[in-house]
């Protein structure tokens, strides 16, 4: 009895170490990216949504207008920041990548450090 208890939680944790290395290797070829891009109103955000929603190579795309940003989770394998920069100027819009900077040796640009 004890032994089979200790195989199944051989087995159990053998199938969660299986699912993330698969989940970590669907991911490897993955970028995110957040642009700042004057919005509008809600039809730019419809037009953004619908030329990238669609689009190969990109995974996700979050319109946030208060923020006036879009974050892009795309693919490595078939795109790039200047491609889709390039893919904003075909809309008219103007998107610049938000590069966030780490902190500094005295950790002192985030609450909690």
């Known amino acids: 009895m004890k032994t089979m208890m200790n195989l ?19 991911h490897a070829d993955e970028a995110q990216v957040l642009f700042s891009v004057k919005i509008d109103c809600k039809s730019c955000v419809k037009k953004i949504e ?6 190969r190579g990109v995974k996700k795309v979050k319109v946030n ?26 809309l008219d819009l103007e998107a610049t990548p938000i590069v966030e900077k780490p902190c500094g040796a005295k950790k002192t640009c985030c609450p909690g450090h």
């Not at 199944?8 to 669907?26: C, E, V």
């Not at 619908?50 to 689009?55: A, D, E, I, R, S």
């Open 65 to 90: 207008m208060p923020d006036q940003t879009v974050n892009i989770v795309y693919s490595t394998k078939r795109l790039d920041e200047a491609k889709l920069i390039a893919e904003f100027k075909k």
């Open 8 to 26: 199944k939680a051989i087995m159990l944790l053998a199938m969660i170490s299986f699912f993330a290395l698969n989940l970590s290797a669907q």
């Open 50 to 55: 619908n030329h990238f929603g669609p689009m």
